[in-house]
């Protein structure tokens, strides 16, 4: 067990708050470990820490830098077999209520309440046994390009994931962001064709992000969409860099964005509030956005935030898993459909269990 481990169990002991975390095709593994158990909330979008924001509500936890100690490692590989785990047992009772749930999304759409929502479910596993050294090592082997985490604080729980999609990365004024969207299982095939509902869906999202931004930034730029391999699964990607008119604005960036259309819907506000009123379970911190706020602590320079969306995660709640998983619902989708992209997507964490 490496020191980095060691403090986790410390802290675990202890009911401290920590985060732990390797980027995107990083060798390295960040450590914040807080001093005490108070719930920090942000107050204004200068503060430099850890965030962990949900997908509801105005208050956003984070991890201080002053009130933490860091330790940052170098990723040693471990060879993990990466089985080709079979979908789970289909469970018909969470079949029927997801299908309806799509089936009013449809209805919906095509009232014209909205273009697009994305509509989600809670899954549970139960843990023979859950090691998190073992877990979040396999989540840095399995998904390298993904964001790995494990966030813990005794007043919201232990959630672990390893995320696709960043939200917002910001180097003083510079901002890139991306439009993630369409989902398929990945095969052996070298090209991968995409029909017209998940190009629509992708189009939405991109549509979305550059609507909202045009006003804060100047020198908009918008790559052309493009396939990208996720763990098992393929979405359709757009890269989008632009540069903030001013510091202040960076508040006002991540007020329009979050939720994203890609995890929300469009409109937003009422995407938003069938949700609310529709899935019948609280998404806490699934779908919200988390990262390094104002600092980059592998190497402590400021003016650098690196924000990603919560998805493929999950919450360890004694021995449960919580899978959230959930997929966009536009006027061509089908319930059916929609329920087994669901299940494709919760084997990005079956597999680290």
């Known amino acids: ?27 390295k593994m960040i450590g914040l470990f807080q001093k005490n158990d108070h719930l920090y909330f942000l107050e204004d979008f200068a503060a430099k820490g850890f965030v962990f924001a949900p997908f509801d509500g105005d208050l956003i936890p984070y991890i201080p830098q002053k009130e933490s100690d860091v330790y940052v490692e170098r990723i040693v590989e471990t060879d993990y077999l990466v089985t080709n785990n079979a979908l789970p047992e289909i469970d018909e009772t969470a079949r029927i209520v997801f299908e309806n749930l799509v089936k009013r999304g449809v209805e919906a759409i095509n009232k014209g309440d909205f273009e697009k929502v994305v509509l989600s479910r809670k899954e549970e596993v139960l843990l023979r046994q859950f090691d998190l050294e073992s877990v979040f090592k396999k989540l840095i082997t399995f998904y390298p390009t993904a964001f790995k985490y494990c966030f813990f604080h005794p007043k919201i729980g232990m959630w672990m994931g390893a995320t696709p999609e960043q939200f917002l990365k910001i ?81 006002e960036i991540i007020k329009i964005l979050h939720p994203t259309s890609a995890v929300c819907g469009l409109p937003k506000e009422p995407a938003k509030a069938f949700i609310i009123r529709n899935e019948n379970y609280d998404r806490e911190y699934y779908s919200g956005f988390l990262g390094e706020l ?60």
């Open 171 to 251: 180097n003083q004024r510079a901002l890139q962001t991306v439009a993630l969207a369409g989902t398929q299982i990945a095969t052996n095939a070298e090209n991968v064709s995409w029909p017209e509902k998940e190009i629509e869906e992708q189009r939405l999202v991109s549509e979305f992000i550059t609507t909202g931004l045009q006003d804060k930034v100047s020198e908009m730029t918008v790559s052309s969409p493009y396939s990208v391999k996720a763990g098992n699964l393929w979405h359709i990607k757009t890269d989008i860099t632009a540069t903030i008119k001013s510091k202040k604005a960076k508040a």
């Open 294 to 353: 104002n600092i980059d602590f592998a190497t402590f320079r400021t003016e650098q935030s690196d924000l990603f969306v919560n998805l493929r995660c999950m919450k360890i709640v004694g021995d449960t898993a919580q899978l959230f998983i959930g997929c966009g619902i536009t006027k061509d989708s089908l319930p059916k459909d929609e329920f087994m992209e669901t299940v494709n997507k919760s084997m990005t964490m079956r597999k680290v269990l």
């Open 1 to 27: 067990m490496t020191d980095l481990f060691i403090k986790v169990k410390t802290h675990q002991e202890q009911q401290l708050p920590f985060v732990l975390y390797a980027k995107p095709n990083s060798d």
